[in-house]
């Protein structure tokens, strides 16, 4: 394994096992996607995948998260060989590893943006389940229609119905780009960690500190902050980004990320 190769998310399940989820870099210039299992002891579970360890090729997993019937979700992009376009998955795995049949397709979902160039990718950065059991998630969209000027990232958002199908009723196929505009021009920016609210509302963390809550259409809430966004970088400087969070029942609002990029 290659000393680049690094995990994006962990989960506790309820016997206390860890499922982890990554990126491998198992070659020159070849990136699959990782699933480890430890038991309560950080040992390898050898009841999940082969010894404790289930890769799927070309491919990248950012999020993970456990069902209550002890399946388990994984979910990131589709595909990771450049300049192929890559869309954002979600998968769901039996206990042992093995694909779910009865979730999508032969296990996944993949949705992607229509109007996208050839050179696209989306990728899910995190997801959980809402009050009525279906999947949200957060994430970046990726538009390359020139290579050499690089990726302008989206917040996207989707939803996904409890069989593994894209819930129609949310933006476009189930998947929504959230812009944010400065000055009525779009900016950079990603999704990095996602809170469903008691209310049935979405906290959304992006990658550039800015936080936004989303009512069940995915439409900003305008009573929250300056019409449903907060920019943090007033709190923190420009170079600190708080990538995730939780909203408390007196709604309290604590935050935690990055300090700096250097």
Known sequence: IDHGSYLNDLAQQPDGNIVAVGRLFSAPAQSDAIVLRF???GTLDPLFGNGGILI????NYGATHILPSGKILVAGTSNTVYPEPADAIIQRLLPNGA??????EGGSVVLGIADQTP??????????LDAEGRIVFTGVDCDLPDPSQGCFDTIITGRVLQDGLPD???GTQGLKRIPYTVDGTPSVDGGAHLEVLEDGTWLVFSRLGRIVQLDST???VPSFAQAGWYDTSHLFGIDNSPTGGIRTSDGRLYIAGNNGFS
Do not use: M, N
């Open 99 to 104: 694909l779910d049949p009865t979730f999508g």
């Open 119 to 128: 050179q696209h990718l989306e990728t899910i950065t995190d997801l959980a």
């Open 56 to 59: 799927e090729l070309s491919r």
């Open 39 to 41: 038991d309560t002891h």
């Open 218 to 220: 995915g439409t900003p």
């Open 168 to 170: 129609i009723t949310y």
